[in-house]
């Protein structure tokens, strides 16, 4: 997998292979097609992991990129946790992963991350939740004058460099024990901070390109990741 020459967008045959699993969404019907999932989304998901790995490396050699598929690397598992869940559904209906940085586990670290579906695919940069340790030492870095301002000035980047989107705040009202007339006060009602660009259309996800499209738009969104990773240093110490 680690011959990036190979990637050369995600096949229309996959898309529509996601579409066909929403609506049949069972053990059966997916047993009789995991050939075609694993020619058609998981070949090609493991390769634009590899592809787009090396460019991130760029940013941070300690970018975790593994291209691994039992959900220890970059990739999500396509089985659904349905333990606690109304809905029993087994498969997920996306191909997604985070390519984290740290030493805690990948959903709870600084992470560039994708989502693909049928519908085209969603990118972030950040942390969708923040654990609670991780909550701790955020909120500190807020208040924390050096790291607060490097943190508006992370936003402030982002923001420049194009429509992106920021997390909304979580919490109704700033926490208790926290100055609710602090300039960045408002910073101190997320739960989690990420940014997302518009999503990628389908015919984008298809193409060779699509691993330069997304290597760009996390370029642009890297402060707010870089800047996160400062704080799990916190935590980590």
Known sequence: MDDVQTFSGFPAEGLQLLKDLAHNNNRDWFAARKQAYQSYLLQPAQTFVAALGIKLQTISPAIHTNTRTDGTGVLMRIYRDTRFSADKSPYKTNISGLFWEGAAKKTESPAFGFQLETSGMGLMAGIFTFPPPFLT?????????????????????????????????????????????????????????????????????????????????????????????????????
């Open 137 to 237: 030492a955020y909120r500190a870095a807020v208040m924390d004058e050096r790291l607060g301002s490097e943190l508006e000035q992370a936003l402030g980047a982002v923001r420049e460099a194009g429509a992106y989107s920021l997390a909304e705040a979580h919490y109704k009202r700033v926490p208790s024990g926290y100055d609710a007339a602090h300039p960045r006060a408002e910073l101190l009602r997320y739960n989690g901070l990420y940014a997302s660009p518009p999503r990628l259309e389908p015919d984008q996800v298809t193409r060779p390109e699509l691993v330069e499209i997304c290597f760009d738009h996390f370029q642009k969104m890297a402060p707010i990741q870089r800047w996160l990773v400062k704080v799990g240093q916190r935590v980590a110490a």
